[in-house]
């Protein structure tokens, strides 16, 4: 009885959640003009912003406030990447991963808990899932420091993601893009300092 009543307010607060992160979606229509953006990167732990992006863009899409879909492309560190693994593979099922740590460690995970509607939300999209090493990572955390955006090491994996989807030609440069940028780094002064 209890174990049935802590899992229903568990579905609750992850719907709550859920609800809030796709307003992000609505954040970017706006800042846009009404548009929706070709491509959104976004580092990817356990997908709440992968899934509240396609959750709010969706919904977009069927009022008719926008005409397309994104192409939605969460990152991963290679470290510990359990979506990126069931990507590779094909599969709809959790792929086995040896997780080591990571700078990054806000999107390390051993175990994917949203697998399928991750997936679902890249594949459907026309995006994917990719995965940046822990040098890329500390690059794109560098470079960003460097122009004045002090982002922590899980945000600069995103960096790294899309630094890695231009030089594959995935990203072209007259592409409508945003990078989502999602956490300070005074949340890891001490990472940033030994990186």
């Not at 976004?42 to 977009?60: A, D, K, Y």
């Not at 890695?164 to 592409?175: E, N, R």
């Amino acid at each position: 009885h209890r174990v049935d009543r802590r899992q229903r307010q568990m579905c609750i607060r992850d719907r709550y959640f859920l609800e809030g992160c796709k307003t992000l979606a609505f954040e970017l229509w706006e800042q846009l003009h009404g548009k929706a953006p070709d491509h959104v990167v976004v580092s990817c732990g356990q997908g709440g912003n992968v899934m509240g992006l396609h959750i709010g863009f969706r919904e977009l899409l069927a009022s008719r406030a926008i005409d397309k879909m994104p192409k939605i492309h969460g990152v991963q560190a290679f470290n510990a990447a359990p979506y990126l693994a069931a990507w590779d593979a094909g599969s709809e099922t959790p792929i086995a991963i040896d997780p080591k740590p990571s700078i990054a460690d806000g999107i390390t995970s051993s175990k994917p808990v949203r697998l399928r509607e991750v997936l679902a939300a890249c594949r459907e999209t026309g995006g994917g899932l990719l995965g940046v090493t822990e040098t890329e990572i500390i690059t794109a955390m560098q470079t960003l420091h460097h122009t004045g955006y002090f982002v922590e090491p899980t945000t600069a994996a995103g960096a790294a993601g899309l630094t890695k989807l231009m030089a594959d030609g995935v990203i072209k440069t007259s592409d409508t893009t945003v990078l989502i940028l999602t956490g300070t780094g005074l949340k890891a002064i001490d990472a940033i300092q030994s990186a």
